[in-house]
């Protein structure tokens, strides 16, 4: 499932939960721009999702057609197939790199990264009798099963034998802050295929 067809779903969503919303809201939910939510938009109500019509105080509102909620119902499925099948890969990858952490031995390893991975790699972590020093991310704040999340710049704060980049993206550019920032090539694990 690409990012054109996410952002479909999620606009098809908030559609059908506020047919009122503004193009302004929907930017700031969806984190795009108001000129491509207005492209998307335009492009399906070409595609017959959904109408448009004018009411009191210069607003619009937005009628989902039967077309428009058959395409939902299939972007749906779609994300749910597609969440499954990233589980399933990320968990085997999960514990892949972590297996060879453990054969490597490594006893306490440094997350980099936030979110559902970390949460899921704190977890394997646990199973793999593999200490977490902490959580670090490019901008720190917040917290992941309640072990606080602190900022990358702040590395040199904890006590570790690897660390463990957690982001699926840009991980190259991930690898290259950590070894800036004085961490050796030889203690970066990845996740594998990412």
Known sequence: MDREEIRTLRILEEIEQDNTISQR??????????????RFIKRL?????FKATTIPSHRIKYILTPKGMTEKTRLTYE???????FYKELKSSLQEVLNEVKASGV???LLYGSGEIAELAILF???NKIEIAGIVDDLGGGSCLEM???DLSNIDDFSFDA????HTQDVKEKTEKLTKL???NKIIYTLKGK
Do not use: P
Not at 29 to 34: A, D, G, P, Y
Not at 45 to 49: A, I, Q, S, V
Not at 163 to 166: E, F, H, I, Q, S
């Open 148 to 150: 606080n999340i602190s």
């Open 182 to 184: 004085g961490i050796e």
């Open 107 to 109: 006893s306490t390893i």
């Open 79 to 85: 994300y749910l197939r597609y969440s499954v099948r």
């Open 125 to 127: 972590s646990a199973v």
């Open 45 to 49: 109500m070409e595609k017959g999702y």
């Open 163 to 166: 660390v463990l980049v957690l």
């Open 25 to 38: 809201t929907l930017s700031q939910k969806i984190n795009i721009s108001v000129g491509l939510v207005n």
